[in-house]
């Protein structure tokens, strides 16, 4: 399965792997690059202590930070900032930065950074929606869900990226993933009472897969791949520019004084979605033009 996803997310075979949950696969990359910080020479980890990501981000980002950060000492809080603020952050913090943190697409609005900058990509909201380019891009990390554009459903298991330059860099660090499951270990059915980390992707595994979740996901991401990414981008594009024009949306609500549109963007640069938000700031969106209704 992580060698498909990864046909989705532009990623060479051995650098992905489906397992656990987003959460979980965002700890166990955040923690294995705060120690591959710790061990550069330049910048002690008193000078590059900084997380940075955005308040748009999807909870489950931001809260993860805080867990490993409390948990591991020493560290400043993440810090967050607006989505349109994150280049000029990185050039004020400069070395400071230990991690940065983005979500590729915003899940409230839609809108897409373009991905470049130690970087952990959360793609949940993007992978098998819009092309995804991590090797060509350098990524260093990412993330991303199974229950959504990958067609998996809700509890689907997700999935986890590693550059090749950096699985190679971490083959002497036992610990560098510290969540240190049975099945990451190189010889699980050995049982061993010695932790030894699987080579590459696999040190990213824990415990047992789910297998027919995985079963059920495989099956959406056999789907995706048949009608291809690009397709499926320009349906949803499509739709996304009759509701701009008509000033309507699927769900039948006027953008009036009492709706404002928060997906106010060029629509090349955001996924899909309209959002909407109305004078509580309670925010709605429905996605047109494509399968699997709301955004």
Not at 239 to 258: C, F, I, M, N
């Amino acid at each position: 399965m992580g060698e498909k996803i990864g046909r989705l997310v532009g990623a060479a075979p051995g650098q992905v792997i489906c397992a656990d949950s987003t959460s979980v696969n965002l700890f166990k990359v955040l923690a294995t690059a705060l120690q591959m910080q710790e061990r550069r020479p330049q910048l002690s980890m008193r000078e590059r202590r900084v997380i940075l990501s955005e308040r748009g981000n999807f909870p489950t980002d931001p809260y993860m930070a805080q867990g490993l950060v409390e948990l591991l000492g020493g560290h400043d809080k993440p810090q967050l900032v607006e989505f349109d603020d994150v280049p000029a952050a990185l050039a004020r913090l400069g070395e400071r930065v230990a991690a940065l943190l983005p979500t590729h697409v915003n899940f409230q609005t839609g809108a897409m950074h373009d991905m470049a900058a130690l970087t952990i990509w959360d793609l949940a909201h993007s992978a098998g929606a819009v092309p995804v380019a991590l090797d060509a891009c350098s990524a260093d990390f990412a993330v991303g869900c199974g229950y959504k554009y990958l067609n998996g459903g809700p509890g689907a298991p997700a999935f986890v990226y590693a550059a090749e330059r950096h699985l190679q860099a971490l083959a002497e660090l036992p610990f560098a993933q510290p969540l240190s499951g049975w099945l990451g270990h190189r010889a699980p059915f050995e049982f061993s009472p010695q932790y030894a980390p699987a080579a590459g992707i696999a040190r990213f595994t824990v415990g047992t897969p789910f297998i027919i979740a995985l079963a059920a996901l495989e099956v959406g991401v056999d789907t995706v791949l048949a009608v291809g990414v690009p397709a499926l981008r320009d349906n949803r594009l499509l739709g996304t520019w009759r509701s701009d024009k008509e000033r309507t949306v699927a769900l039948g609500v006027p953008l009036d004084r009492s709706v404002r549109a928060r997906s106010c963007r060029p629509i090349q640069k955001r996924i899909g979605p309209i959002a909407l938000a109305n004078m509580s700031q309670v925010t709605a969106s429905a996605e047109t033009g494509a399968t699997g209704g709301a955004a």
